[in-house]
């Protein structure tokens, strides 16, 4: 089990910058698959970025070259840094955990997802 912890959202202008952090605690001695996804008001969640324990990341296309995700294996947080704003980008941000350990006490969770509860960003033109 795992819990998440998002923060770093805001209001900013359009182009501006927002840097999110999602810190993980409870049981980090799994792999976990790293995601950001997010929400606009009266719209379905999204994907935006993710990385997995190798440091292989992925982006939606709406996001590519202005987004940078990143993790710090130390701190056991993910970042998502957030250039170039625009209004489309306001949203309830969330941070979710994929168990990908196959084995062990961990395997008994493989594929269980985890959710944050969210940070909001707000983008005005």
């Known amino acids: 089990q795992v819990q998440l912890v998002e923060s770093g959202g805001g209001s900013v202008q359009a182009g501006g910058s927002l840097r999110l952090s999602c810190v993980a605690s409870?049981?980090?001695?799994?792999?976990?698959?790293m995601n950001w996804y997010r929400q606009a008001p009266e719209k379905e969640r999204e994907f935006v970025s993710g990385?997995?324990?190798?440091?292989?990341?992925t982006y939606a296309d709406s996001v590519k070259g202005r987004f940078t995700i990143s993790q710090d294996h130390a701190k056991n947080t993910i970042y998502l840094q957030m250039n170039a704003l625009t209004p489309e980008d306001t949203g309830m941000y969330y941070c979710?955990?994929?168990?990908?350990?196959?084995?062990?006490?961990?395997?008994?969770?493989?594929?269980?997802?985890?959710w944050g509860k969210g940070t909001l960003v707000t983008i005005s033109s």
């Open positions: 990385i997995d324990v190798d440091d292989t990341t």
């Open positions: 979710k955990f994929t168990m990908t350990t196959t084995w062990g006490p961990c395997g008994d969770y493989y594929g269980m997802d985890y």
């Open positions: 409870g049981d980090t001695r799994c792999n976990y698959d």
